[in-house]
């Protein structure tokens, strides 16, 4: 019978030399299988004397547990050598992304948008917002355009299906936010509502279908058209700067009374006129005039007592004239060359 101690040094031998789960099976095999060198250790037990054998099986029984013991011991280094290599392939290293420096930035849009803000709370207005849904009531009931009323027609409007047939829309203007905020503040109100609408527009140069506007409201004792004018002038001035300006021209809207349609001149060609702003030098920002005493009979505010104006534009289109944008349309294209020169 081969010495037990030798069985324990070639075995401790041979494991530490394996280098995978897979040798350390072998290695298992070779040691403990039923053809290994214990086995047959333990098979010459019996052709010893009687009084041998049981120190001998002992013996054996020592080298088979001292094996097993290196072999989990091995097993569990191999083991946590096998899960670090694991971790370390499937680990991203984030510093080596080569547009990491590059930093994004808020859309064109977006950003006209906050400088609109900033420019009207400048001017002591503060910032109102409402849904994007909403009922025909608020979008055009309440500012005096009743059920098949023509004006409608002005209004390219996306209908929703909820609720009864055409009483649940995209809002077409923000004028709606007007009608929430004067049913829940009671004047003076100087306030503007940014926020996006939505019309069947067909896209071209001038119009997208999906569009940015802002509107301002004003009530308070004494308002009158003068007011407004000014208010535009000082809002065009301190957005585009002294050499742009303003013109009111007459116009008509259900919800104001007188109306006008305010204009400015035109950033691409500097009022001689371009393709833009169809070779007259100006371009239509929006709309504007004093509050009809019906819209504020519709929310309960008393038009003999108090006067306002109201007034709204483009966002989108203020965007394409102070970064002289030739087509509205890309501001919709994400082409990321456009975006990196703003």
């Known amino acids: 019978m081969m010495d037990p101690e030798v069985l324990t040094e070639r075995a401790a031998q041979l494991i530490a030399q394996t280098a995978t789960l897979g040798e350390l099976h072998a290695v298992q095999v070779e040691l403990l299988g039923k053809n290994s060198a214990l086995a047959v250790a333990r098979h010459s037990v019996g052709r010893l004397d ?33 899960r670090r290599c694991r971790l370390s392939g499937d680990r991203l290293d984030l510093t080596e992304v080569a547009l990491a420096s590059q930093r994004g930035r808020l859309h064109l849009v977006q950003r006209t948008r906050d400088e609109l803000e900033d420019v009207f709370v400048g001017m002591g207005f503060v910032v109102a917002e409402g849904p994007e849904v909403e009922t025909d009531w608020y979008n055009f009931e309440a500012l005096n355009m009743p059920v098949a009323h023509p004006a409608r027609g002005m209004w390219d409007t996306l209908y929703l299906d909820l609720g009864e047939e055409e009483t649940v829309l995209l809002r077409t203007h923000t004028s709606p936010v007007q009608i929430r905020l004067m049913q829940d503040q009671v004047p003076p109100i100087y306030a503007v509502m940014p926020g996006r609408c939505y019309r069947r527009d067909t896209p071209d140069a001038r119009h997208i279908p999906v569009f940015h506007q802002l509107e301002g409201l004003v009530v308070d004792h004494g308002i009158s058209f003068a007011d407004l004018a000014g208010t535009i002038e000082t809002f065009t001035t301190a957005y585009f700067g002294s050499d742009t ?22 950033s691409i060609c500097k009022g001689k006129g371009c393709r833009t702003c169809s070779h007259t030098g100006w371009v239509e920002l929006g709309g504007c005039g004093m509050v009809d005493p019906e819209v504020f009979v519709a929310v309960g505010v008393d038009p003999e007592e108090w006067t306002g104006f109201a007034f709204g534009f483009g966002i989108d289109r203020l965007a394409q004239m102070r970064h002289v944008i030739p087509d509205m349309r890309i501001l919709l294209d994400n082409d990321v060359r456009f975006l990196r020169q703003l």
């Open 50 to 82: 009687e009084a041998e054998r049981p120190e001998a099986g002992r013996r054996l029984l020592e080298v088979r547990e001292e094996i097993e013991r290196l072999l989990a011991q091995r097993r569990a280094v191999l083991e946590e050598d096998q």
């Open 245 to 266: 300006h303003s013109r009111l021209r007459p116009s008509y809207f259900p919800f104001t009374e007188p109306s006008a349609e305010f204009e400015v001149t035109c």
